[in-house]
């Protein structure tokens, strides 16, 4: 069963924030319900316009085919510091099993506070 503590979410911070000071991205880091990290964008060079309407989910699962160039490279480097070196998925969805060590969440902005381009 996926679970995420406090204790595991100051071990990934370090490297989340790295690469969000990289792309010159603000965001907050957070966990939800004790087995999802998750990051909220709130502003930052990237435009994500096809995928922005006040407040946007990044779906993980489907970021090497729904964007491209700068944006697509640093969501990949964001999810692989969001996994981390100790993430697993055991996972087998032909037999409805799942287990991943953690599960993750990337949000653009939240309700009432869209993520907001700047600078670039």
Same mark, same amino acid.
Request: net charge positive; aromatic share 12%; no cysteine.
């Given at each position: 069963?996926? +679970?995420?503590?406090?204790? #595991?979410?100051?071990?990934?911070?370090?490297?989340?924030?790295? &690469? *969000?000071?990289?792309?010159? &991205?603000? /965001?907050?880091?957070?966990?939800?319900?004790?087995? &999802?990290?998750?990051?909220? *964008?709130?502003? /930052?060079?990237? $435009?994500?316009? $096809?995928? =922005?309407?006040?407040? $946007?989910?990044?779906?993980?699962?489907?970021?090497?085919?729904?964007?491209?160039?700068?944006?697509?490279?640093? =969501? =990949?480097? *964001? =999810?692989?510091?969001?996994? /981390?070196? #100790? +993430?697993? #998925?055991?996972? #087998?969805?032909?037999s409805d099993y799942f287990h991943v060590s953690h599960y993750m969440d990337i949000?653009?902005?939240?309700? /009432?506070?869209?993520?907001?381009?700047?600078?670039?």
């Amino acid at each position: 069963m996926a +679970y995420v503590s406090q204790k #595991d979410k100051a071990k990934l911070s370090p490297a989340i924030k790295a &690469v *969000l000071k990289k792309y010159g &991205v603000k /965001g907050t880091i957070s966990i939800r319900n004790h087995m &999802v990290i998750k990051v909220t *964008l709130q502003s /930052g060079p990237f $435009r994500f316009s $096809r995928h =922005l309407n006040d407040f $946007r989910q990044v779906n993980v699962y489907h970021i090497e085919s729904h964007y491209e160039g700068e944006e697509k490279q640093f =969501l =990949l480097e *964001l =999810l692989a510091a969001m996994k /981390g070196p #100790d +993430y697993f #998925d055991k996972s #087998d969805s032909m037999s409805d099993y799942f287990h991943v060590s953690h599960y993750m969440d990337i949000d653009l902005g939240k309700w /009432g506070k869209p993520y907001v381009q700047v600078g670039a």
